[in-house]
């Protein structure tokens, strides 16, 4: 006889007898059967398991803002600890980022073009932490464009599932002009109501399933409402004040 044939044989006449142990008579027929159902059951427990990976941040920083706010002098302070001549550019820069405490962390350094900001949600799902730079001297003639930016950030699913903290950065305060960062909170909750409003006569509010709904439905938007880790910090990446910046990723 075969022997994979009497191996066979063997392996059903142990479960067999461990079945019978339990009042259980069979067949070889609902042997199999017992065989395929708990194979079945351990490739289902594999692909939950798989799929509850994605539920873990991954290990990304990612600088976001408006053209022209800083990110690409940021990423070089950080990375080079010097400030580099930048130019708009339609390609992110990483580099490896080690903190002070030792941990390594991919800093990235994402277009600020408008024609891009579709895509962010790409690399958000991969993020442990955001910076998002906001030029605090242009503010006032920029706040529309950075609520529509946070509104797509704040809505994003991943960004909501994983609780990636965010950082908000008023740059540019080496100018005597430029915004505090408390106003420019309180100007932005503003925006961001009137931008929910807007959203909600058209019927925009959840453009697609990847968003949810900004605050609570029925009410003014404010930023307790978030069930996100939002802080927010101002200096001048030019001048390397960006201590608030360098904490932020070590912790």
């Not at 022997?3 to 009042?23: D, M, S, T, Y």
């Not at 976001?64 to 002098?73: N, P």
């Not at 940021?74 to 390609?91: F, G, W």
């Not at 609570?216 to 101002?234: A, H, P, T």
């Amino acid at each position: 006889m075969d022997l994979n044939v009497i191996a066979k044989q063997l392996q059903l006449n142990l479960v067999n007898e461990h079945l019978v142990k339990f009042g259980i008579h069979t067949t070889e027929t609902t042997i199999l059967l017992v065989l395929i159902s708990i194979f079945v059951v351990l490739i289902s427990a594999l692909c939950l398991r798989k799929g509850g990976r994605r539920n873990v941040r991954g290990n990304q920083i990612l600088i976001l803002g408006l053209v022209g706010s800083g990110k690409t002098v940021l990423y070089s302070q950080l990375i080079a600890n010097k400030a580099v001549t930048t130019h708009t550019s339609m390609k992110p820069n990483k580099s490896e980022y080690k903190t002070s405490s030792g941990r390594t962390y991919q800093l990235v350094d994402y277009p600020g073009h408008p024609r891009l900001r579709g895509r962010v949600e790409e690399l958000t799902a991969h993020s442990r932490a955001i910076i998002f730079l906001v030029d605090a001297i242009e503010f006032s003639s920029q706040i529309r464009q950075v609520a529509e930016y946070l509104y797509e950030l704040f809505t994003d699913k991943s960004v909501n599932q994983l609780n990636i903290p965010i950082l908000i950065f008023g740059n540019k305060t080496e100018v005597i002009t430029a915004t505090p960062i408390k106003n420019i909170s309180k100007l932005l909750e503003n925006e961001l109501e009137e931008l929910k409003k807007s959203r909600m006569s058209l019927g925009t509010q959840v453009e697609n399933e990847d968003q949810i709904y900004l605050g609570i439905e029925g009410k003014r938007f404010l930023w307790d409402q978030l069930n996100l880790d939002l802080d927010w910090s101002e200096g001048s990446v030019l001048n390397n004040e960006i201590e608030p910046i360098t904490d932020y990723i070590d912790n």
